[in-house]
Nanobody, 114 residues
Framework: QVQLVESGGGLVQPGGSLRLSCAAS????????MGWYRQAPGKQRELVAS???????IYADSVKGRFTISRDSAKNTVYLQMNSLKPEDTAVYYC????????WGQGTQVTVSS
């Protein structure tokens, strides 16, 4: 049974930083593409960043230069370091594991507000 457990969300002021973590179990972590998606109220879920098994990364244009995705195969964990946060980054952030099918975490709320 696949389990993806996110942590690290919260309330932060504009310009602040947060680090999200996603601990994976029930999958062969090393061969999965891992990703972070987000969904703001009234909007569709969108890709924020992804990282392949060989650590090739992709970022949404809106987060390039501010967010960094990384993975630690020894810990079966993927991270999203978020710097220079903006109010428009406010959303529920979801961890995704993809190989032939998609698995999702339960989501963690990130709120950027003064």
């Amino acid at each position: 049974q696949v389990q993806l457990v996110e942590s690290g969300g919260g309330l932060v002021q504009p310009g602040g930083s947060l680090r999200l973590s996603c601990a994976a179990s029930g999958i062969i972590f090393a061969i999965h593409r891992m990703g972070w998606y987000r969904q703001a109220p009234g909007k569709q879920r969108e890709l924020v960043a992804s990282i392949t098994s060989t650590s090739t990364t992709i970022y949404a244009d809106s987060v390039k230069g501010r967010f960094t995705i990384s993975r630690d195969s020894a810990k079966n964990t993927v991270y999203l370091q978020m710097n220079s946060l903006k109010p428009e980054d406010t959303a529920v952030y979801y961890c995704n594991a993809h190989r032939r099918t998609d698995s999702w975490g339960q989501g963690t709320q990130v709120t950027v507000s003064s």
